[in-house]
């Protein structure tokens, strides 16, 4: 599977690091809602769904966690765990985020506003719908 990174270059001084996401340059969407995740337990696997339209772009901009994509044919894992470095998750992809670190916060910017009816939240009718 070809996963896409995205790799954001920090404005680094002896102040610390400052990144900054232009959308027209650094995404591969206009961003219309942005939310984050924190205080996910070690053992929670967050996700299980894919989307029919949303694209996503996910940073862990703090502590680290895994995520395993599968678009139906190939999966592949990958550990986020740096904040300079965001995985483009394109539509029709199921998701699974797992191994949250204590101190984990994932960023999440997407293509669209929230709508449940966006998800697909069984996995055999995700293999099905990209049949
Ligand atoms: P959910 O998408 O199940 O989380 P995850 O993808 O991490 O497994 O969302 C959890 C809850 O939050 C659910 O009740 C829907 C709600 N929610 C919103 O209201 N707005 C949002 O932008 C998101 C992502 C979720």
């Not at 920090?10 to 942005?34: T, W």
């Not at 995740?37 to 772009?57: F, M, N, T």
């Amino acid at each position: 599977m070809n996963i896409k990174r995205i790799c954001f270059q920090p404005h680094e001084d002896k102040r610390g690091k400052l990144v900054s996401i232009d959308v027209g340059k650094d995404m591969p969407f206009c961003i219309k809602r942005i939310y984050y995740i924190y205080d996910a337990a070690p053992e929670v696997v967050r996700g299980r769904h894919a989307h029919r339209k949303l694209e996503q772009v996910l940073v862990c901009v703090h502590g680290k966690c895994k995520i395993k994509l599968d678009d139906g044919k190939e999966k592949e894992t990958v550990l986020l765990d740096n904040p300079r470095v965001g995985i483009y998750v394109a539509n029709n992809m199921w998701r699974e985020i797992y191994d949250f670190s204590d101190d984990s916060v994932l960023m999440v910017f997407a293509s669209e506003e929230f709508d449940e009816s966006d998800y697909v939240r069984d996995y055999d009718e995700f293999i099905h719908s990209i049949k």
